[in-house]
């Protein structure tokens, strides 16, 4: 049976670039690779996924008809896997959906995402990827500050650590990666 993974991570997790070459890896060997972003996050333009290093991946956006699009491209031409980005943007039911394409359609759903926004609170995505996923990996990197695993992102405005504002902004020279401790050093928790 297919599963439903999780793969989350902070910001500068390798995350996009962990997507394309998934897709890069299943294309090559010719097995057909759907890959979709969510619509909140339109900093690479209109169904783009974009990593720092200078890949792009055309992806298509999330929505509550995902389930039916996989299905009638998987009924043309078989479908290896299902790549999302950005999934701590879905809706509860948009990862339902998901859950039912790993279960019903026996096709492996990859999904990559933040688990908590600025102000360490879990994106309602990665909050039902979280009690859903069958498979929960974490893509790890390093605080900005010290040597140890960043796991929170911190918002940055003008160069000065802060926790007020929208939950949704992105950008990402406005957030680093900061271990517990650092983030501590400059904020208090909330
Ligand atoms: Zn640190």
């Not at 390093?142 to 650590?161: E, S």
């Amino acid at each position: 049976m297919a599963k439903l993974y999780y793969r989350f991570g902070t910001m500068q997790s390798n995350k996009s670039n962990q997507i394309i070459t998934t897709h890069y890896q299943y294309t090559t060997q010719g097995k057909r690779c759907l890959a979709y972003s969510t619509p909140v996050d339109t900093r690479s333009g209109f169904k783009k996924i974009k990593s720092r290093i200078g890949l792009e991946l055309e992806a298509e956006y999330v929505t509550d008809n995902i389930f039916k699009q996989v299905k009638s491209a998987h009924e043309e031409e078989k479908v290896y896997a299902v790549l999302v980005d950005e999934a701590q943007f879905l809706k509860k039911s948009e990862v339902h959906h998901l859950s039912d394409i790993a279960d019903e359609l026996d096709i492996p759903v990859i999904a990559f995402g933040l688990k908590t926004d600025f102000r360490n609170q879990l994106f309602e995505g990665s909050k039902v990827l979280l009690e859903l996923a069958d498979a929960i990996d974490e893509l790890k990197t390093v605080c900005q500050y010290c040597n140890k695993k960043a796991t929170l992102n911190m918002r940055m405005m003008g160069g000065r650590p802060v926790n007020v504002g929208q939950t949704i902004q992105i950008g990402d020279e406005e957030y680093v990666p900061v271990c517990r401790k650092c983030y501590k050093e400059r904020l208090p928790l909330v």
